[in-house]
């Protein structure tokens, strides 16, 4: 007795169950296992995605928050020393000398941020910073006289100094690329927002005696730091620095948790052991690297340090720090009215940075420099007019007020936070924590220049004209974008290097090194040192 047949799919097996409808069973059921463990595996890989976006920007955020004792001295400066003048009867001269002091020093902190942060390592420098930092808004605090407050004032330059410039360099190093340029704004954020609570403090303790709402203001700028303690545990150290240490295991393992992709890992891993390279006996040391630097290591220098100083000589710390006397040639005389008008200053500032945030990764770095610059130019000349034509009234506090804000609200978009973010992409590995300091002197020395000399200058040339000043400055900052600032979105920091070593990528804004004329760049690189 044989078995039936009704053709292919009339084959019988056994049991009597037509073979096509067991095989095609055994494809269904295959099919779904494939289709479950694809699923496992998007549901893994998404797992993955969200913690490691969620570690790195908790890292960028503990990192950032030395910037904030940075904004709170800003903020909290500008009204406080409203009454210091009437607690301690200092001049005019001394005021100028107390407001912008901190940032004189601050470069001391900086120069030697750069090379601590090579030999104990990025984390540990920010603990240092907040220590010193702590120590003199404790003396602050409790001076009993000028000397004793500028002493507090010095510890507290040389602390904000060690933390501000580290700050962008470590969130730069553990950053993603497609998220670095978001994270690496978060510094300026944190200043924004520091000097935003300055400006509530200032108003909040306003009402007490002079001889306590000062010493308050001050104390409160002491939490922060506490916070950084607490930070400590948390952060890893930069991976980068790992590898100049040649840690590489732990290096590793601060990749895999800052690497969405497990398979970049080794990837980046090789292409950081390859910028850092190996130590010989024919590098040159740091120091004379950047004293007579490579001719793509000088581009480096003028751009990374030019867009430092245009960040202040545009006078942005006068602003924010002398608010209160802008306010009040244009009319306003009571000191609660002052304080209230600067909260919007700081309201301003801290809102619209988020505008950069969002789109510093999407739009580019060069797109959002030349919106912020150009209209900059366009607030400081209006508010030098608004104070020359118009004198005194309330139209003229309302422009003065506008125009203010204005000018804050557009160096959030741009200036103010990508200079951190281009500084601290562009510089070498061996020499990018030093390279940054450099430029950070130059942005401390300018800001302090401004500060020091706001009120003399404004003296001798009105008000209305020292805003023209920085007006003009401000047009010479479009132009340095466009001709020396070059578009870094969407490229590693070794790919970075690459572009700068490329003549043609410095010629001007519409000549820029594509991705894959980068990565070639990268791969010719590695063939010629191998």
């Given at each position: 007795?044989?078995?039936?047949?009704h053709?292919?799919?009339?084959?019988?097996?056994?049991?009597?169950?037509?073979?096509?409808?067991?095989n095609?069973?055994?494809?269904?059921?295959?099919?779904?296992?494939e289709?479950?463990d694809?699923?496992?595996n998007?549901?893994?890989?998404?797992?993955?995605?969200?913690?490691t976006?969620?570690y790195?920007?908790?890292?960028?955020?503990?990192?950032?928050?030395?910037?904030v004792l940075?904004?709170?001295?800003?903020?909290?400066?500008?009204g406080?020393?409203?009454?210091?003048?009437e607690d301690l009867?200092?001049?005019?001269?001394k005021?100028?000398?107390?407001v912008?002091?901190?940032?004189?020093?601050?470069?001391?902190?900086s120069?030697?941020?750069?090379?601590?942060s090579?030999?104990?390592?990025r984390?540990?420098t920010?603990?240092?910073?907040?220590v010193?930092?702590?120590s003199?808004?404790?003396?602050?605090?409790?001076?009993?006289?000028?000397?004793?407050?500028?002493i507090?004032?010095?510890?507290?330059?040389?602390?904000i100094?060690?933390?501000?410039?580290?700050?962008?360099?470590?969130?730069?190093?553990?950053?993603?690329?497609?998220?670095?340029?978001?994270?690496?704004?978060?510094p300026?954020?944190?200043i924004n927002?520091?000097?935003?609570?300055?400006?509530?403090s200032?108003?909040?303790?306003?009402?007490f005696?002079a001889?306590?709402?000062?010493r308050i203001?001050?104390?409160?700028?002491?939490?922060?730091?506490?916070?950084?303690?607490f930070?400590?545990?948390v952060?890893?150290?930069?991976?980068?620095?790992?590898?100049?240490?040649?840690?590489?295991?732990?290096?590793?393992?601060?990749?895999?948790?800052?690497?969405?992709?497990?398979k970049?890992?080794?990837?980046?891993?090789?292409?950081?052991q390859?910028?850092?390279?190996?130590?010989?006996?024919?590098?040159?040391?740091?120091?004379?690297e950047?004293?007579?630097?490579?001719?793509?290591?000088?581009?480096?220098?003028?751009t990374?340090?030019?867009?430092q100083?245009?960040q202040?000589?545009?006078?942005?710390?006068?602003?924010?720090y002398?608010?209160?006397?802008?306010?009040?040639?244009?009319?306003?005389?009571?000191?609660?009215?002052?304080?209230?008008?600067?909260?919007?200053?700081g309201?301003?500032?801290?809102?619209?940075?988020?505008?950069?945030?969002?789109?510093?990764?999407?739009?580019?770095?060069?797109?959002?420099?030349?919106?912020?610059?150009?209209?900059?130019t366009?607030?400081?000349?209006?508010?030098?007019?608004t104070?020359?034509?118009?004198g005194?009234?309330?139209?003229?506090i309302?422009?003065?007020?506008?125009?203010?804000?204005?000018?804050?609200?557009?160096?959030?978009?741009?200036?103010?936070p990508?200079?951190?973010?281009?500084?601290?992409?562009?510089f070498?590995?061996?020499?990018?924590?030093?390279a940054?300091?450099?430029g950070?002197?130059?942005?401390?020395?300018?800001?302090?220049?401004?500060?020091?000399?706001?009120?003399?200058?404004?003296?001798?040339?009105?008000?209305?004209?020292t805003?023209?000043?920085?007006?003009?400055?401000?047009?010479?900052?479009?132009?340095?974008?466009?001709?020396?600032?070059?578009?870094?979105?969407?490229?590693?920091?070794?790919?970075?290097?690459?572009?700068?070593?490329?003549?043609l990528?410095?010629?001007g804004?519409?000549?820029?090194?594509?991705?894959?004329?980068?990565?070639?760049?990268?791969q010719?690189?590695?063939?010629?040192?191998?």
């Open positions: 007795m044989g078995f039936q047949q053709g292919d799919n009339g084959d019988m097996g056994l049991s009597g169950i037509p073979l096509g409808s067991k095609k069973y055994k494809r269904m059921n295959s099919e779904l296992a289709d479950f694809d699923a496992l998007q549901q893994h890989i998404e797992e993955r995605r969200n913690s976006r969620k790195v920007l908790a890292c960028a955020i503990f990192a950032s928050l030395n910037n940075l904004g709170y001295d800003v903020g909290v400066m500008s406080a020393v409203i009454f210091i003048k009867k200092i001049s005019e001269v005021e100028e000398f107390l912008g002091i901190l940032s004189v020093v601050s470069l001391l902190g120069l030697g941020g750069g090379r601590t090579d030999m104990i390592g984390k540990w920010m603990a240092v910073a907040a010193v930092f702590q003199g808004a404790l003396t602050m605090t409790l001076a009993p006289s000028f000397s004793v407050l500028m507090g004032r010095l510890l507290a330059g040389v602390g100094g060690f933390g501000v410039v580290i700050a962008p360099i470590y969130i730069a190093e553990i950053s993603p690329n497609i998220s670095r340029g978001t994270l690496t704004s978060f300026e954020i944190f927002i520091g000097i935003l609570l300055g400006y509530v200032n108003y909040a303790f306003s009402g005696s001889h306590i709402n000062w203001m001050l104390a409160v700028g002491i939490l922060p730091s506490v916070f950084i303690g930070a400590l545990f952060i890893p150290e930069s991976p980068r620095w790992l590898v100049m240490q040649n840690r590489i295991e732990e290096a590793r393992q601060v990749l895999l948790k800052t690497i969405e992709n497990e970049e890992v080794d990837e980046r891993l090789a292409e950081i390859q910028a850092a390279g190996v130590p010989s006996k024919e590098d040159k040391p740091v120091w004379r950047l004293i007579f630097p490579s001719p793509s290591l000088r581009r480096m220098l003028i990374g340090c030019g867009i100083c245009f202040q000589i545009t006078g942005i710390d006068a602003t924010v002398y608010s209160p006397e802008i306010f009040k040639a244009a009319g306003i005389k009571d000191n609660s009215k002052l304080l209230a008008a600067t909260v919007a200053v309201i301003s500032k801290t809102i619209f940075i988020l505008v950069a945030i969002v789109l510093v990764d999407k739009l580019g770095r060069k797109p959002l420099l030349y919106i912020s610059t150009i209209g900059m366009i607030c400081l000349f209006s508010i030098g007019a104070l020359s034509i118009f005194q009234g309330s139209f003229v309302a422009l003065a007020i506008l125009f203010v804000c204005g000018n804050v609200a557009f160096f959030s978009v741009g200036l103010g990508i200079c951190w973010v281009v500084t601290s992409e562009i070498p590995l061996r020499l990018r924590a030093q940054s300091s450099l950070f002197v130059g942005n401390r020395l300018c800001s302090g220049l401004v500060a020091m000399s706001f009120l003399s200058v404004g003296r001798a040339i009105t008000v209305a004209g805003f023209f000043v920085f007006a003009a400055i401000s047009g010479l900052a479009v132009l340095f974008v466009y001709f020396l600032v070059p578009e870094t979105k969407g490229k590693s920091l070794e790919q970075i290097e690459m572009v700068f070593q490329n003549e990528a410095m010629q804004s519409q000549i820029e090194l594509g991705d894959v004329e980068v990565e070639q760049l990268v010719n690189k590695t063939i010629l040192t191998n």
